[in-house]
């Protein structure tokens, strides 16, 4: 029998939740980058944070250098002004524990010539090595931007690929926004808490995730809090 698990969604400024949040197993931090600088120092098992090269030092100067920085590409890209390139990526930094990395899209096999050996003075036959065909998260994936509810928000393929990498027991997102993060945890039946502060943002992500539930065999306890 699956397990009830809680999902909680709270309609507040996420930072009066400072001791709630560190109950987590994993942590996404996906604020407005240009607010990085108040985003306080939180201590669980993985940490997740979205960010842009204007605001990655702020990251770095409270956690360190990452375990793994993974870029997200999108093709459709920013123009910010005639002197600077086009900007088609974000940075995503993580630190703590992660699964292992068999996610995302299948290795192509394709087979490799190698060189003609020897053994001694005897020359080997001309040979091929044949790689398993295997999942491998690349630490660069590529995926279109994605507005929902009037948010810019990340894509739900992007999110599941890090969610199957990160392989968590529960999941706190205090920027929750359209909740993309809510939807996947639903799904695989996840522990949740999300904060939204935008009452507008909130109400909406509210309704789709309702319209969402709807369709799923619910295993999540749901709690909708409007404080
Ligand atoms: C970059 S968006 C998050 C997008 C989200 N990850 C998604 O995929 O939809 C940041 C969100 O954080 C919310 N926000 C900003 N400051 C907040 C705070 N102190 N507490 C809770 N939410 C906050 C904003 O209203 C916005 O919806």
Request: proline residues 5%; aromatic residues 12%; hydrophobic residues 35%.
């Amino acid at each position: 029998m699956n397990k009830k698990k809680l999902f909680k969604i709270i309609n507040n400024d996420c930072l009066k939740f400072k001791d709630k949040i560190k109950d987590y197993e994993l942590l996404i931090l996906d604020p407005p980058f240009d607010q990085w600088d108040k985003v306080p120092k939180f201590c669980n098992k993985t940490i997740l944070c979205f960010t842009n090269f204007q605001n990655r030092e702020k990251i770095t100067d409270i956690y360190g250098t990452p375990k793994i920085e993974i870029i997200w590409h999108f093709k459709d890209g920013r123009w910010v002004s005639h002197n600077f390139p086009r900007l088609t990526h974000e940075n995503i930094l993580i630190y703590g524990k992660t699964d292992n990395a068999f996610v995302g899209e299948t290795n192509i096999n394709t087979p490799i010539k190698k060189g003609k050996g020897h053994i001694g003075k005897t020359k080997m036959q001309e040979r091929i090595y044949y790689p398993k065909e295997k999942k491998q998260l690349n630490s660069v994936l590529e995926y279109p931007r994605n507005v929902q509810t009037g948010v810019w928000s990340k894509p739900k393929a992007l999110i599941n690929d890090l969610i199957n990498f990160i392989n968590p027991s529960s999941v706190c997102d205090p920027f929750m926004g359209s909740g993309v993060v809510a939807e996947l945890c639903a799904e695989y039946n996840i522990n949740y808490l999300g904060i939204e502060k935008d009452k507008t943002i909130f109400l909406n992500t509210e309704n789709k995730l309702n319209k969402i539930f709807n369709q799923l065999d619910f295993f999540l306890e749901k709690q909708y809090v409007h404080e």
